[in-house]
């Protein structure tokens, strides 16, 4: 199910008071907020062309990342509207390096460590809440076997959304992958997303 709008990113900064091949299950420091069970919503629209907006003050180094981000998001991964926070409070994470929330409007990702991996990590949450719906979802967590997507009775690593999240981090990253049976799988389920998702490979 994809919804890819054709047209490259817009970030807008608004000022305001206000890893790594994973070797899992044990990464505590990226997380998407598991949503509360609730009846399936319409997905947002995706686009090539997302508008991003920084909330609060901003280096031009983390304004860089945010930049990075969208851009390894390459042809047919289309990425929804997005605000993107930085914080040096590690509450702000929930104790996390990054945080990505959907009940906000629009979805938001916090960003609370200067390690590299972090933000391409809330993306992926953002791209694949985006572009699963449930059946998808369902479908991607069975053929990986996961017991879940994201439900908060499993830990994080039994969660596929989380699994999602890191492959996508990872293939959008690399350069020059490793030639092994870990990365073949990361690529198996990229591919899985992919198709899922009904996206041309965009790398």
Do not use: K
Not at 1 to 30: E, F, G, K, Q, Y
Not at 79 to 105: A, I
Not at 119 to 132: D, I, K, Q, S, Y
Not at 164 to 180: G, H, I, K, M
Request: glycine share 4%; charged share 25%.
């Amino acid at each position: 199910m994809h919804r890819l709008a054709t047209s490259c990113c817009a970030i807008t900064i608004v000022v305001s008071v206000a890893a790594l091949i994973w070797d899992p299950p044990s990464d505590p420091t990226v997380q998407a907020e598991p949503a509360a069970p609730a009846a399936p919503a319409a997905l947002p629209a995706v686009s090539s062309d997302p508008e991003v907006v920084i909330v609060g003050a901003a280096t031009a180094a983390e304004r860089r990342r945010v930049d990075d981000a969208v851009a390894s998001f390459r042809a047919g991964l289309g990425l929804p509207d997005v605000e993107v926070r930085f914080s040096t409070v590690p509450d702000d994470c929930l104790g996390h390096y990054g945080l990505f929330q959907e009940q906000y409007r629009p979805w938001r990702i916090t960003i609370c460590s200067e390690i590299g991996f972090v933000m391409l990590h809330e993306f992926g949450h953002a791209w694949e809440r985006a572009n699963l719906d449930v059946d998808e979802r369902e479908a991607y967590a069975a053929r990986r076997g996961f017991p879940t997507w994201n439900s908060l009775e499993f830990p994080r690593e039994e969660r596929a959304a989380e699994e999602a999240a890191f492959v996508l981090q990872q293939v959008l990253s690399r350069t020059n992958p490793p030639d092994n049976d870990r990365w073949r799988d990361i690529t198996a389920a990229y591919d899985a997303l992919l198709e899922l998702a009904d996206v041309a490979d965009g790398v």
